[in-house]
């Protein structure tokens, strides 16, 4: 574990932080319960606020999926069914187009240009 402190004016006391090394050396945070750490955790929770009709934490977890895994032609296709979805034509026709420019075959991803 490594403490960390402040300055010795300070009164708060430090604390431990624990971390893990894995083989190769690098430094593996604890996971909690709710916090997604993969592309397709993000996915999975948008997907389960898209359908609880929170449109904007699906949005959210979609553009997090996007930031971890931009190659994936789902995420913008999901992304922009929720964008539909809460009336922004603009950013779903975007969306829907980054779908296409990743993988052109996917049928999806004209429907969402409407």
Known sequence: SLSV??????????????????????????????????????????????QAGNVTQAIEHYTSAIRLDGASH??????????LQKGDAHNALEDAQACLNLQPAFVKGYSRKG
């Open 74 to 83: 789902v995420y913008f296709s999901n992304r922009s069914a929720a964008y």
């Open 5 to 50: 402190g402040c300055n010795p004016r300070c009164s708060i006391q430090p604390k431990p932080l624990l971390f893990i090394l894995d083989s190769a050396e690098t430094l593996t945070l604890p996971k909690s319960r709710n916090m997604a750490t993969t592309a397709e955790e993000f996915k999975a929770q948008g997907n389960a606020a898209l």
